[in-house]
C-alpha cells in the first residue's frame, strides 16, 4: 500500500498492491464491529485517513516501537489533534486489528458458504480459517506484532472475532445434526468449543508462530479426525 498525508483539508490516499489483505478494506467506524475508543467529532472520513496511515507505519516500523509522538510527525498530524479521534495508541491498533480481523471472518464465512453439505463446510472451515491467518501473519510481519499483542491482552477486537468463529462453527455442527450428518448426544455447546480448540492453535496469532510448519498439513487432516468424532 502507498499512502500519501497531507493534514487539513488535503487528500490521503491508499490503493492495494501484491494480493495482500488490506486491513483497510470496507473500513468504518461502527463500534458494533471496530470496538476502539475514539474521542472528538464523529469525523469518519479522517479518523479512517489517521488509521490508514497507521497501518502503513506500523507496518513499515512495528507497533511496540512506535508512539503516537512517532506517528504524529509520520503522518504529518499534531499529536493534539490525532488525541481528538483516538485516546491511545492501542484505540488505533484495536481498529486496525478489527478490520483485519473483520477480513478474515468474512472470508472464512464465504468459505463455508459455497460449501454444500456441513461436512464439506467443516473442511473448508479449518482450510480459509488457516490460510487467511497464515497469509495475514506472513506477509504483514510489522503488523503481527499488533495482532500479538491484541491476542496477549484480549483485546475486544479479538473476544469479538472469536465469538463470531465461533457462532459459524455452532451453526454449521447444528446443521449438520438436522442433516443426519453429525451426532447428537454430545451438548452442543461442548462440541463447538471443543473443536474450535483444535482450531484455535491456526487462529491464535500467539500460537499460529509455533505451527508454521504444520499449516499445509493441518487443515486436511484436523478436519477430517474431527468429522470421524462427529459421525453419527
Not at 168 to 174: S, V
Request: aromatic letters at 8%.
Amino acid at each position: 500500500m502507498i499512502v500519501t498525508i497531507i493534514q487539513f483539508g488535503h487528500l490521503l490516499s491508499s490503493f492495494e498492491t501484491g494480493g495482500k489483505l488490506n486491513p483497510m478494506k470496507n473500513a468504518t467506524t461502527n463500534t458494533t464491529t471496530n470496538p476502539v475508543s475514539a474521542r472528538g467529532p464523529a469525523d469518519h472520513e479522517v479518523r479512517d485517513q489517521i488509521v490508514a496511515a497507521a497501518t502503513e507505519h506500523f507496518s513499515l516500523y512495528g507497533y511496540e516501537k512506535t508512539t503516537v509522538s512517532d506517528l504524529a510527525k509520520a503522518i504529518g498530524f499534531s499529536k493534539a489533534y490525532i488525541y481528538k479521534f483516538f485516546e491511545s495508541k492501542q484505540a488505533i491498533g484495536e481498529m486496525i486489528c478489527a478490520n483485519c480481523l473483520r477480513e478474515i471472518g468474512n472470508e472464512v464465512k464465504a468459505a463455508v458458504d459455497e460449501a454444500g453439505r456441513p461436512p464439506e463446510k467443516l473442511r473448508r472451515m479449518f482450510k480459509a480459517s488457516t490460510e487467511a491467518s497464515l497469509r495475514l501473519f506472513s506477509q504483514e510481519r510489522k503488523l503481527y506484532e499488533i495482532a500479538a499483542s491484541a491476542a496477549t491482552e484480549r483485546w475486544q477486537a479479538t473476544r469479538i472475532h472469536e465469538e463470531r468463529i465461533q457462532k459459524l462453527l455452532q451453526d454449521i455442527l447444528q446443521e449438520g445434526r438436522q442433516s443426519g450428518d453429525f451426532e447428537r448426544k454430545t451438548p452442543l455447546d461442548e462440541t463447538t468449543m471443543a473443536i474450535y480448540l483444535v482450531m484455535r492453535p491456526y487462529l491464535n496469532p500467539l500460537l499460529l508462530q509455533h505451527s508454521f510448519d504444520y499449516t499445509e498439513a493441518a487443515p486436511a487432516l484436523l478436519s477430517s479426525l474431527v468429522l470421524r468424532s462427529l459421525s453419527p
